[in-house]
């Protein structure tokens, strides 16, 4: 199955060998409005986003769904990449890292859809859960520095890295720096994309982690492009042609990362031109380095996780007020499409 004309899915954030990585603050400067939902799991957050997302859709928008690291069966946001709005669940997205300066920022509680006394009566073990939940993302991410960093290091001799080639990602810079050893499939993406700069480069992540497995989205994201799927030596020839090729053309490249590794580009979508370049077969995970399976403790951490979140969402819903919110979300839909024409009218002002 592909993409849906206009709708696409994808992972903002993600939690790799080197923590918990949020690609949002690359986002963020092309969005001139934030809707921002708060409130517990289970209170309808994603269900809204998915809905309003949806409808927005049927009436001729392009939307991109953000999948959450946490639980990628949910929705943590969309956005509007041609209207520079965006609607995120803030207990799904980093906290701190998506605020910007500019961004007119409308927030939604949903606690206004709960029933307090519920809620104050189950207290004491809502706090104990979220502890527990607390407790296994950082032993998610010791399983995963540990265990499957071990695949990183066996996918190339890791380059030494000075304190100003740190990379773009990790240091929160806003200029796109890929350091890459100079053997293998990727040699000349560092000099390539310096070349780069007055193209707009967006980053994300195809792939999130369940106790089932790895869900990948590269599939079903690509299904619509051309794909050039490189291997072997012919590799570096061919990566090298088409980013010069796009650097002439100064069109926007996005770029697919590692889900384990920020630091390596598995793909580049050029959608202006509806081509990627992959690494292997976006179909076999063994292409991109992730065939090896999980070990027990960290499917046993993933699931205990999903266990203790599905808890937790069920006592939210216990309190929520579902008839209201649903008639709630007509109004926040009526806003949405009221800030697009007043941004359209902006950019286009009548004579």
């Known amino acids: 199955m592909g993409n849906k004309t206009g709708v696409r899915h994808y992972f903002a954030e993600g939690m790799t060998t080197r923590g918990y990585i949020s690609l949002l603050p690359n986002m963020m400067p092309s969005w001139q409005r934030a809707y921002v939902l708060l409130g517990g799991p289970g209170t309808g957050k994603s269900t809204l986003i998915k809905v309003i997302g949806l409808e927005l859709l049927d009436r001729g928008y392009d939307i991109d769904f953000l999948r959450s690291a946490r639980d990628p069966d949910s929705m943590a946001g969309f956005i509007m990449p041609r209207m520079g709005l965006a609607m995120l669940d803030a207990m799904e997205v980093s906290p701190l890292r998506w605020r910007a300066p500019g961004v007119i920022e409308k927030f939604i509680d949903f606690r206004m859809f709960c029933d307090e006394h519920i809620l104050e ?32 290091e066996n996918r190339g001799r890791k380059p030494h890295i000075e304190k100003e080639d740190i990379s773009w990602i990790l240091g929160n810079s806003a200029r796109l720096k890929i350091k890459k050893e100079h053997t293998g499939p990727w040699p000349l993406a560092e000099n390539a994309i310096k070349l780069l700069q007055k193209s707009v480069i967006n980053p994300y992540f195809l792939h ?27 590799t570096l020839d061919a990566l090298d042609w088409v980013l010069r090729e796009a650097q002439q053309l100064g069109q926007m490249i996005e770029i697919v990362l590692h889900p384990l590794n920020p630091d390596e580009v598995i793909g580049i979508v050029f959608p202006e031109r509806h081509l990627a370049i992959w690494q292997g077969n976006p179909e076999n995970l063994a292409d991109q380095g992730l065939e090896k399976p999980f070990n027990e403790k960290l499917i046993e951490t993933l699931a205990s996780w999903q266990t203790h979140r599905s808890q937790l969402k069920a006592m939210y819903m216990e309190a929520v007020n579902f008839e209201q919110l649903d008639a709630y979300r ?22």
């Open 121 to 152: 009566k189950q207290r004491a073990q809502i706090l104990k859960i979220e502890n527990r939940l607390q407790g296994l993302q950082m032993t998610l991410e010791e399983e995963l520095a540990a265990k499957l960093g071990s695949l990183i």
């Open 330 to 351: 007509e109004t926040v839909l009526n806003q949405i499409l009221c800030d697009l024409k007043e941004g359209h009218n902006a950019a286009f002002p009548m004579n």
């Open 208 to 234: 999130g982690l369940t106790a089932e497995g790895w869900l990948n989205l590269a599939p079903h994201f690509l299904t619509d492009f051309d794909q050039i799927r490189l291997e072997g030596d012919e």
